[in-house]
């Protein structure tokens, strides 16, 4: 399942998935900003509103 995990410290943010198995969050690459975002989603076929959020 695709997510999106940000620090609260930090407020960084990192694209990845959740093993739906054993719901661990594994990174796939840094947010930097909205370009970083949609390119993504576009290559998991997910829209931005649908993905899980994390914190």
Known sequence: MPALK???CTGEKVAGFIDIDTGKFHDYM???GSQ??????????VQIEDLKKIV
């Not at 970083?36 to 076929?45: A, G, K, M, V």
Request: hydrophobic share 40%.
């Open 36 to 45: 970083d975002l949609i390119e993504f989603c576009d290559s998991c076929n």
């Open 30 to 32: 840094l947010i930097k």
């Open 6 to 8: 940000t620090s609260i």
